[in-house]
């Protein structure tokens, strides 16, 4: 059948494209080629040492600290259904690493909130804690006890408002006390602003104090040793867990990582819509162990 005017004009342009787009790939194996010879004639040594496995690792390591973490959280995102929002403090970069897959979504504490607790404890108490506030502060945080929080949350620190002021202390301006300390709402940056008062440089916190705290978080009790700590051997570190409603599980975990060389960092994770406690964990120890391998080929 013969074609119609229109039907050869269509053959041949798309004729024409086709031998472009062949002309164009040709061009571009030829200018690659040309490249490479170039480069071996000229670095003769290194040419017989070139892999391309090598050049996509130094391409990765070219990356910010920031890139690195914000590519490898993004991977974390998309295998999960849950809210997550995670925030890393670099002590050799100064800086703070921040990303969520929920950007308008609160996070409740649940049991994190007892550290700030603790801090504000032995701000009020100049440091020096009774031999029964002592007995509840280790309670609180090796063991998680909730009954021990209660009591230091209603009769030591002054509840709701005693609370939203420790937050004031140490400019944690987005978290938001309520009369149900495990329903207080945080971010994870807010929580770094806690936890490198704890770890690094002070003016809230005394070094005893510190050392307080940081001996209480490298000694909770075995099995709540899971979360930030995934990845890594030297932690210290608070957990918080909660079924709540729509908010199915809460799975969270606040805390230290003595990295590698001189890149110790804090860091923060909170999670909810978890199925269950299990996968919660499974989320947060997923993106702990991603971030701890970032750090440790961001480390020289």
Not at 27 to 36: D, E, H, Q, R, T
Not at 47 to 57: D, E, G, I, Q, S
Not at 171 to 191: C, F, K, R
Not at 202 to 210: G, I, K, M, R, T
């Amino acid at each position: 059948m013969r074609k119609t005017a229109r039907e050869t004009r269509q053959s041949r342009r798309q004729s024409r494209r086709f031998q472009q787009w062949i002309t164009g790939g040709f061009i571009g194996v030829a200018l690659l080629l040309v490249s490479l010879i170039s480069y071996t004639s000229k670095n003769p040594n290194q040419a017989a040492n070139y892999h391309p496995t090598k050049a996509v690792t130094n391409l990765f390591s070219t990356m910010t600290l920031g890139d690195q973490l914000h590519k490898t959280w993004r991977q974390q995102f998309k295998a999960t259904d849950a809210n997550v929002a995670v925030a890393v403090y670099s002590a050799k970069t100064g800086q703070t690493y921040r990303a969520t897959n929920a950007p308008k979504h609160q996070f409740y504490t649940a049991s994190t909130v007892k550290v700030a607790i603790l801090a504000g404890l032995l701000q009020k108490e100049n440091g020096q804690l009774s031999s029964h506030e002592d007995e509840l502060a280790t309670a609180m945080i090796e063991n998680s006890n909730n009954d021990a929080t209660n009591e230091l949350f209603e009769n030591y620190i002054g509840g709701k408002s005693g609370l939203q002021k420790i937050f004031d202390h140490f400019e944690m301006t987005h978290s938001i006390a309520s009369n149900y300390w495990g329903l207080t709402v945080t971010t994870p940056s807010d929580q770094l602003r806690l936890l490198n008062n704890i770890y690094f440089h002070s003016d809230q916190l005394s070094a005893s104090e510190q050392a307080y705290i940081r001996n209480l978080m490298a000694n909770v009790e075995s099995d709540q040793q899971w979360g930030i700590s995934a990845g890594s051997s030297s932690y210290g570190l608070k957990n918080g867990w909660l079924s709540y409603g729509k908010r199915k599980w809460i799975i969270n975990s606040i805390g230290y990582i003595n990295g590698p060389g001189d890149n110790n960092y804090t860091i923060a994770v909170y999670t909810d819509n978890n199925s269950s406690m299990a996968t919660g964990e499974q989320v947060v120890e997923k993106l702990a162990k991603a971030t701890r391998q970032v750090m440790d080929q961001a480390n020289p």
